[in-house]
């Protein structure tokens, strides 16, 4: 059986409300002490105490759960996709506008929520950090040809997550109320920059 299988139980399994929830937490404190990387779907059952099959059953692969666990929307996914589509070209304003599309449907988008609470629970730090390195910075420095692509990707992370605090949580005006539009275009080339502009 590989983490990324996928399994179905008819009949009992259907009720299992209460089994669901235990593996959500224990994955969520497991995903933040040890990281995506290091936790395994074998060690998430043991210490929920169930069978690995049953968290296949609900959350079909290791990525589902973890998607579950920040309560990832499914369509962010294909969002991030669109984002590395298409190459380093005009990516500064993809990513800003694919961000700001989908963090505006919703205050539970999982970009929000983790850095809404990331300050004061070290758990929800570790998954934000986890969830940005392995959606955005590892994939950013990967087009990157450059000795820096670590430092250039992570200045991008330092732009994304200084517009989601001040959008979404401190809101402050006018980039609270600001059109997904105008801020691709302002905060784009930024991005842009920091990604393939010349080294300072």
Known sequence: MTEN???????????????????LETARELFGRHGYGATSVRAIATAAGVDPAMVFYFFKTKQGLFSAVIDIAG???PAIESIFAEGLDGIGERIVR??????????RAPLVML????????QSEALLREFIDREITDRLAALLDTPDA???AAMVNAQILGLTVARY???????ASA????LAGRFGPLLQYCLTGPPS
């Not at 694919?98 to 205050?107: E, F, I, M, P, Y």
């Not at 059109?179 to 105008?182: R, S």
């Open 75 to 77: 369509s962010v996914p």
């Open 169 to 175: 949580i401190m809101r402050l005006e006018p980039l």
């Open 115 to 122: 850095t809404r609470s990331a300050p004061t629970d070290p």
């Open 150 to 152: 670590a430092l250039r």
């Open 5 to 23: 299988g996928t399994h179905g139980r008819p009949g009992r399994w259907r009720s299992g409300a209460e089994s669901r929830q235990r593996i």
């Open 179 to 182: 059109p997904p539009g105008e």
């Open 98 to 107: 694919t961000l700001v599309a989908n963090l505006d449907k919703s205050d």
